[in-house]
């Protein structure tokens, strides 16, 4: 025997069943103990929820309430009902691949893209190229030389290569490398200044 839903049961119990569903679920439920049961734990639950709201505040009209809330927890079901009936997939169209066509259109229109775009940047480098101008002249110092270069050609003064103990080593922002070594045995100075202007 197959029972009615839990939710059935409780709008039987309400008195909220459609008449159509009504005759036979109350067939139902006089001849099913089980149903029976449940039944009359949904009516216990009406009579005290009754009970308690019988002190609501005037003005609210429940039973209007009460009708509208029923309504909607039928539709619901109902609802429920029919789409859970309603089992038929859908026919849908196999999924069709590109045509020999559309894959030759697509194909040449991004060839099409790729040349514009290459021919776009090596106009654009040319452009960078020739706002850039030439290479900044660099002037720097180490402890062993000091270098002048405009990034193809370089000029380097070397220090003194023997006896060297110390050298002090500048560098300006305005252009300038100097380099100062000072020999071990005899104390002489040599200093390698390079200007950039």
């Known amino acids: 025997m197959k029972h009615p839903s839990i939710d059935k049961l409780a709008l039987y119990a309400g008195g909220e069943l459609p008449f159509w569903t009504r005759w036979p679920m109350r067939r139902h439920v006089d001849g099913c103990a089980q149903c029976r049961e449940e039944v009359a734990l949904f009516a216990e639950v009406k009579t005290a929820v009754r009970e308690e709201t019988a002190d609501t505040p005037a003005g609210v009209n429940w039973e209007r309430l009460s009708a509208e809330m029923g309504a909607n927890v039928r539709l619901g079901l109902e609802a429920a009902d029919a789409i859970s009936a309603y089992r038929t997939p859908v026919d849908m169209a ?41 290479e900044p002249f660099v002037a720097q110092a180490s402890e062993s030389a000091v270098e002048m270069s405009d990034g193809s050609k370089a000029m380097v003064l070397q220090g003194p290569k023997s006896h060297m103990r110390s050298a002090i080593v500048t560098v300006s922002t305005t252009g300038s490398a100097a380099a100062q070594y000072v020999d071990e045995e005899t104390g002489q100075v040599t200093v390698n200044n390079v200007y950039v202007e």
């Open 94 to 134: 196999p999924a069709q691949g590109m045509s020999w066509r559309m894959v030759a259109l697509t194909s040449a229109f991004v060839l099409l893209l790729s040349v514009g775009y290459w021919l776009n940047a090596a106009k654009k480098s040319e452009q960078l190229a020739a706002m850039r101008g030439p």
